[in-house]
Nanobody, 125 residues
Framework: QVRLVESGGGLVQAGGSLRLSCAVS????????MGWFRQAPGKEREFVSG????????TYYDSVKGRFFISRDNTKNTVYLQMSNLKPEDTAVYYC??????????????????WGQGTQVTVSS
């Protein structure tokens, strides 16, 4: 059974940084496209960033471009989201997800097969 476990969330002041990690077990990590999503209270879960199987292709939601950076280490079965210059509107539960069929970064959560439990990120003003 594939399992995704996020870590690295927390409380940070506006302008600060956090690094999220998502460790994947039980499957073939290098065969998954990986994505980060977030969900704020009362809002839909939205795509934040995604990375291809090899890591050579990345995609970002417009509001995080230039501030967030996604990467992966296929030797450690882990995907990362480095978040800088955080803003209060970045406050949300952040989820990582794995997609095993299409091989390209997709922004619709419906395409992802496996999900983590989420990690809370709170940015104070």
């Amino acid at each position: 059974q594939v399992r995704l476990v996020e870590s690295g969330g927390g409380l940070v002041q506006a302008g600060g940084s956090l690094r999220l990690s998502c460790a994947v077990s039980g499957g073939t990590f290098s065969s998954y496209t990986m994505g980060w999503f977030r969900q704020a209270p009362g809002k839909e879960r939205e795509f934040v960033s995604g990375i291809s199987r090899s890591g050579d292709s990345t995609t970002y939601y417009d509001s995080v471009k230039g501030r967030f950076f996604i990467s992966r280490d296929n030797t450690k079965n882990t995907v990362y989201l480095q978040m800088s210059n955080l803003k209060p509107e970045d406050t949300a539960v952040y989820y990582c997800a794995a997609e095993r069929h299409f091989g390209v970064v997709l922004q619709s959560r419906a395409h992802y097969d496996y999900w983590g439990q989420g990690t809370q990120v709170t940015v104070s003003s």
